[in-house]
């Protein structure tokens, strides 16, 4: 554990956040480095393709194709009647919070919290031969405004900076679904500019976001002294011993030749596991489908589009230089084909943008699985621990029984063995200490699980009805655009 | 010289067993009017091609037809016949009247090689069948073409009567080595004359000459970019029915996990996509046949004429040439402004339809999805 003393007030500056302490009063680290929730930061970014979303609308898709989604009463209320498409008017909203994110957003401590602006900055501390080649890193700007401030806060933070918090929300909230946080090669490659930012801040931001509302329960958590030490598992070759004892207790777990103690007997998880199972497999699939619908339906607006040019362009040759009435007539004609299949390109376009918008809702839920995995596993290895120390006692009470009665068998005592007895007694009451905080560790993590699986299943429902909403209403509403009274000839 | 008489295009509609049935069909192709003119002595020759049936197996397999001719005109050996008759053996009647009649427009046949493996789909078939019937009733209303001999012999010659043009069954009745070759040559010598823009020497051509050609090479690029177009579309539909299909499938699977309430919404939305799959994979095959084929037509006449406009004969009897070309021009131009007219309608209609189904049909689920969230 870190012991240096927190920098108070320093949290505006660009310290390296590694040299922030982490200890119990975690509320202090929280608001010097500021996670954030941003549903606005998904929305201000133009829909190109960030590789960690899957989703890849054309490059050619500009700002002016993201527009409101309608409501509900408005395509309710169409029917065949003229409907004035705010579609039309496609403005880029930079704050476009749907309303799911907007609701679970109000109950946050945090009002919004923004990722934008990467920058190119110099290593502080390098030195290059050749000037004008040191590296370099990018810094994003984040903006957050917690409720009650008056002010909102901003930082710049690296990419380093969110590995190390996300790190540390994984050690603090195990059991938890912590978001994953974006993959390093998806920010190398935007490193050269060559991507556009969004990919990483989004993903970045949906982590933060679902940082952001972990609930606050390692405030007060006692620091106890050495059974700390091995409630963790072990890890980062700190402990080798304990490292090959818990392998060598998993083996025997996997094998069955030994029953072990302590079973994962809770039926209702082993049960709720078998179902996400099946859930992500058919999540990937039904994701996979959604992109080949999103590239179809791009592709339908690209050829609408080419074929309005083609029929401008006879149009236009055939009203050059007519030489008989009938190319007249057929340059009419084709040009109600021509206007009628570009507003049919454009709609087709309209809609992918908002198909994109709702159907991501796939995406996040595939990721959201990540984290139910990551929590599953520690649990696992929390069972392991327990299972291990048990193990660990079982041994060594057999031994003490061993010495005690070959010790017996000896008149007058044999001191060196009792000697030995004692001191395994000794370890006994440490091993004991152990096994009840591991087993603590364990009760508290499955809590997790519990909750956080079940705060899953109620948002699941609200997150996908709410989905499908939305990609039906929109559905509706750009066929709507097309009526006849376009394509009446 | 004259082009083919008026023909209506007939409008394809795909019944529930996939079959192609005419939505209309021309007055001189009616069965009623067939009729009327029987009963009252006008002369009338009436030709269809049907009943396309795939013959042999492997690489030799092609696609016979069944050619019926009724007619009331002396000329013929009575008044109804039918005969079998492949893809090549309208390949021979078309070189035998390119032949015969140099000044006219000999009506377009559709393209010989297809891919192989296209070459037995369903549509092809039904689009090449369709395309042989306009192509030998263009012919049959043609005040001049309609006399040939040829066209007699095509319509009647039944296996037996192969007289000295009778070949093996492979190559279709009517080849004979040496006609092949010489087709070869003129179709090769046309082609490539036109592509290497060898024309005869330009001293004896008119500005308003050079104009007609300009005119036609032009205006077979643009009809061809909007056909290639037309076919992507055609494509787009399937593809986009085709990702619904999947998409659906995906949905309801999905739904499947969650149960209760949420697994009835899935399974509707995932049940809409499924039909409206359907639907669009009708719309691609309704664009196919009353947009795209009539565009193709169309590029497919604008080529013919293409040729005959940059060929040798022409550019040597231009003076005369153009002038009759201008009126064959005007009165073609005015013909294939009523088939793309009517193709374009078509588009409209389908495109128009479609939008307002997709629109009726996820509609139509909004009310079960407000209910389930306000619940």
Redesign the interface.
């Known amino acids: 554990m870190m012991s240096s003393t927190p920098a108070a007030g320093d949290g505006v500056g660009d310290g390296d956040m590694e040299s922030l302490p982490l200890v119990s009063e975690y509320a202090s680290v929280a608001s010097t480095f500021d996670p954030l929730l941003s549903a606005s930061a998904a929305a201000a970014s133009p829909p190109s393709s960030p590789p960690g979303r899957g989703f890849t609308p054309s490059n050619t898709m500009s700002s002016s194709s993201f527009v409101d989604p309608p409501s509900?009463a408005d395509?309710?209320g169409a029917g065949?009647d003229a409907f004035s498409p705010r579609s039309a008017s496609a403005s880029p909203h930079s704050s476009f919070a749907s309303p799911k994110r907007s609701a679970r957003a109000a109950s946050s401590e945090y009002e919004h919290i923004t990722v934008s602006d990467p920058e190119t900055e110099a290593e502080p501390a390098a030195t290059s031969l050749v000037p004008g080649s040191a590296p370099t890193y990018i810094s994003y700007l984040v903006t957050s405004l917690r409720r009650g401030d008056g002010q909102p806060t901003q930082v710049r933070r690296r990419f380093r900076d969110f590995v190390t918090l996300a790190d540390r929300l994984a050690e603090a909230f195990r059991g938890h679904f912590v978001p994953p946080r974006p993959d390093k090669n998806t920010v190398e490659s935007q490193a050269e500019g060559k991507m556009p930012l969004p990919g990483s801040t989004d993903v970045a931001s949906r982590m933060l976001d679902g940082a952001a509302r972990l609930p606050r329960q390692l405030l007060g958590e006692e620091t106890v002294a050495a059974p700390q030490d091995v409630v963790q598992p072990a890890k980062g070759g700190r402990d080798l011993l304990r490292i090959f004892k818990e392998l060598k207790q998993s083996m025997v777990t996997d094998w069955a030749g030994v029953k072990p103690p302590l079973v994962e007997e809770d039926r209702e998880f082993l049960e709720k596991k078998q179902?996400l199972q099946?859930?992500e497999q058919?999540?990937t699939?039904?994701s996979?489908?959604?992109e080949?619908?999103v590239?179809?339906?791009q592709?339908?607006g690209d050829?609408?589009g080419?074929?309005g040019l083609?029929?401008i362009?006879?149009t236009k040759?055939e009203t050059e230089e007519a030489?008989?009435d009938?190319?007249r007539?057929?340059a009419a004609?084709?040009k109600?084909?021509a206007t009628?299949a570009v507003k049919?390109s454009r709609a087709c376009r309209d809609l992918n943008a908002q198909t994109v918008n709702y159907l991501d809702t796939l995406h996040d839920h595939l990721s959201i699985m990540l984290s139910v995995h990551t929590a599953f596993a520690d649990r696992a290895s929390a069972l392991l621990t327990v299972q291990t120390l048990m193990s660990d006692l079982a041994s060594l009470q057999s031994r003490i029984e061993k010495l005690e009665a070959a010790a017996s068998k000896i008149f007058g005592g044999d001191r060196a063995r009792l000697r030995k007895v004692e001191e395994l007694k000794e370890t006994i009451r440490a091993t004991e200490d152990a096994k009840f905080c591991a087993l603590r560790e364990y009760e508290r993590i499955k809590e997790n699980n519990r909750s956080e699986l079940h705060r899953l299943d109620r948002e699941?429902?609200e997150d996908?009805?709410?989905m499908?909403?939305g990609?039906?209403?929109s559905?509706?509403y750009v066929?709507?655009m097309?009526?006849?009274t376009?394509?009446?000839? | 010289m004259r082009t083919w008489g008026p023909l209506k295009w007939k409008i394809l509609v795909k019944s529930k067993d996939g079959d192609f049935m005419d939505k209309e069909r021309s007055p001189s192709q009616s069965p009623r009017s067939s009729a009327a003119a029987v009963a009252g002595g006008a002369p009338f020759l009436s030709i269809s091609v049907t009943d396309p049936v795939k013959m042999g197996t492997g690489v030799q397999a092609y696609i016979s037809y069944r050619v019926i001719t009724k007619t009331n005109l002396p000329e013929f050996e009575g008044p109804e016949k039918i005969v079998i008759r492949r893809y090549s053996d309208f390949e021979w009647l078309h070189a035998r009247l390119a032949e015969k009649y140099k000044g006219i427009f000999i009506p377009p046949l559709p393209e010989k090689n297809a891919v192989e493996k296209f070459r037995f789909s369903k549509e092809f078939i039904e689009l090449r069948r369709q395309a042989l019937d306009l192509f030998i009733n263009r012919i049959a209303s043609h005040p001049e073409l309609k006399q040939s001999e040829d066209l007699r012999t095509f319509l009647q010659a039944d296996e037996e009567q192969r007289m000295d043009r009778a070949r093996s069954y492979e190559t279709g009745i009517f080849k004979k080595p040496s006609d092949f070759l010489q087709m070869f040559k003129d179709v090769q010598s046309k082609v490539s004359d036109v592509v290497l823009g060898k024309e005869k020497p330009v001293e004896e051509s008119t500005p308003e000459y050079e104009k007609l050609k300009n005119y036609i090479f032009e205006l077979e690029n643009h009809l061809a970019e909007a056909q290639k177009q037309a076919f992507r579309l055609v494509k787009r539909h399937r593809e986009l029915g085709q990702s619904l299909a999947d998409f659906g499938k995906a949905i309801k699977l999905l739904g499947a996990c969650e149960g209760d309430l949420m697994e009835k919404v899935f399974s509707e939305v995932g049940s809409k996509s499924e039909m409206l799959s359907i639907k669009l994979q009708r719309e691609a095959d309704n664009l196919l046949f009353n947009f795209e084929e009539p565009l193709k037509d169309y590029v497919r006449a604008v080529q013919s004429i293409k040729l005959k406009v940059g060929s040798e004969e022409a550019t040597k009897r231009f003076e005369h040439i153009v002038r009759l070309m201008n009126e064959e021009l005007a009165r073609f131009q005015e013909q294939k402004t009523a088939d793309i007219g009517l193709a374009f309608h078509e588009f409209a209609k389908g495109q128009a339809k479609l939008a307002k189904d997709i629109a009726d049909a996820w509609r139509s689920i909004l009310p079960k999805l407000e209910a389930c969230s306000t619940s």
């Open positions: 509900y395509v309710a065949a179902k099946e859930w058919q999540l699939s039904a996979q489908q959604a080949a619908l590239k179809a339906q592709d339908m050829t609408m080419a074929l083609a029929f362009k006879l040759f030489m008989y009938s190319q007539i057929r004609d084709s109600c084909i009628a049919a699941r429902k996908f009805l709410e499908l909403k990609f039906v209403t559905q509706c066929s709507v097309l009526d006849s376009d394509l009446a000839m």
